[in-house]
């Protein structure tokens, strides 16, 4: 197939993709704006282009790595979560391909992503400026957070821990009169499977926690 093909979003794509929201409808994703958000995000320019004729297949692929690009489900699930506002401050842990940050800028977040893998991130950077999202990285080590951004509205873990680091909790915001307490979504486990934790923080040491489904994610590393 032609390159080039595959930046361009031609109707056989926007058709897929319109599929594909349809099978996450049907799979319990009841977030419209999250739907409309993977309706417009061309996730097809974020697979390997070996990999093109399953971009809308609802399945996790190879990024190079040993990563993968979540599944539309996952990203669906977790970024419905989130529950993002327009004008939310969101950190993603965990670049990979781009593919969640850009679903998080078309609901309007003010997104920062870190990535511990450089080519992963270098790769990410330079399509999602292309495609005219901007999200501010960062290549290291996202267990850690990022400090210089917090407080976030929303955080987002796409690789899955083994517990939740405590410093994330720090970086969340607190309620106030104007704003929600910040939200922490991240899948907990072991290298098996994690179950998928949504943790609200409601005061300076109160954090509300749900344990959600389980799902199956790529390790989250930390680096000692
Ligand atoms: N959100 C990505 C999915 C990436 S898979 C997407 O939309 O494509 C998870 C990613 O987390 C991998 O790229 C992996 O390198 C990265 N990762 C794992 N541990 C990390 C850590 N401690 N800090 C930052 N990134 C990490």
């Keep these: 197939m032609d390159p080039s093909s595959s930046r361009t979003d031609d109707w056989q794509f926007r058709r897929r993709r319109s599929r594909l929201v349809e099978s996450l409808r049907r799979k319990g994703i009841v977030d419209e704006r999250v739907l409309a958000a993977i309706e417009r995000v061309p996730r097809h320019v974020f697979v390997d282009p070996a990999l093109l004729s399953r971009a809308y297949h609802d399945e996790a692929l190879p990024i190079g790595l040993n990563q993968t690009i979540s599944q539309p489900f996952t990203v669906a ?7 993002v506002r327009p004008g939310d401050r969101v ?3 965990g670049t990979g391909s781009g593919y969640q940050a850009a679903i998080l800028c078309e609901l309007g977040a003010e997104v920062y992503s870190v990535e511990r893998l450089k080519p992963l991130l270098e790769r990410a950077r330079h399509l999602l400026k292309r495609l005219g999202y901007r999200v501010t990285t960062r290549h290291g080590d996202g267990s850690c957070g990022w400090a210089a951004f917090a407080p976030y509205d ?3 873990v796409t690789a899955g821990a083994r517990e939740v680091p405590e410093v994330l909790l720090q970086q ?9 307490g910040g939200r922490l979504v991240i899948p907990i486990g ?7 934790n949504l943790i609200i923080r409601r005061g300076e040491d109160d954090f509300e926690r749900h344990e959600m489904d389980g799902f199956r994610f790529v390790p989250l590393i930390r680096e000692e």
Excluded at 172 to 180: I, N, T, V
Excluded at 190 to 196: C, G
């Design 172 to 180: 969340l915001r607190l309620p106030d009169e104007h704003h929600r």
């Design 154 to 156: 929303g955080i987002i």
């Design 190 to 196: 072991d290298a098996e499977s994690q179950t998928m």
């Design 77 to 83: 699930y977790q970024t419905m979560l989130l529950d």
């Design 91 to 93: 950190l993603e842990i």
